[in-house]
């Protein structure tokens, strides 16, 4: 009977050591994504012009180490000179004024599933009769996790 005990207890032990290394094995993500405009063909980049009635490419690299999520992106006017900029670089800022047509863009692009990097690709077009001046540009990425890292960057449109 002691020996039928002892087994037991000996499985038991077993069985829980088991199941606690397995939860330690579990890998949790802290990581948040990383959006990368470094590349020389990456755009918008801070301070760039965009001209009114065109198309441009917004170019970046989006990056996770688990798997990414959304992107998204937000354009709107900076006519009152707030501030919503990531970048060291500070833009020469056009004189304060009041809306009338401002720009305003607030999309979001599909990431496939599974990927841990991407290259964002996609053509934004800028109608011809806004307001031209100070805009920012900002994206928003966001893993499976729901890490997001926000990128600011100041534009102006002509």
Not at 16 to 22: F, I
Not at 36 to 60: H, L, M, W, Y
Not at 64 to 75: K, P, R, Y
Request: aromatic residues 8%; contains cysteine; proline residues 5%.
């Amino acid at each position: 009977m002691k020996l039928t005990v002892k087994i037991f207890a000996a499985a038991l032990a077993l069985a829980v050591a088991s199941g606690c290394s397995k939860k330690n094995d579990v890998q949790i993500d802290k990581e948040y994504p990383v959006i990368d405009i470094s590349a020389a063909n990456a755009f918008p980049k801070q301070c760039s012009v965009i001209k009114r009635g065109e198309s441009f490419t917004f170019i970046a690299n989006v990056t996770d180490n688990a798997e990414l999520g959304t992107l998204g992106v937000d354009v709107h006017h900076n006519f009152d000179h707030h501030s919503h900029s990531t970048e060291v670089t500070e833009c020469v800022l056009s004189p304060k004024k009041t809306p009338v047509k401002p720009f305003l863009l607030v999309q979001s692009y599909t990431i496939p599933s599974g990927l841990r990097t991407y290259k964002v690709n996609q053509t934004i077009n800028v109608p011809a009769d806004i307001d031209p001046g100070d805009y920012h540009f900002l994206i928003r990425l966001v893993d499976k996790e729901g890490w997001q890292t926000i990128k600011g960057i100041s534009i102006k449109i002509q």
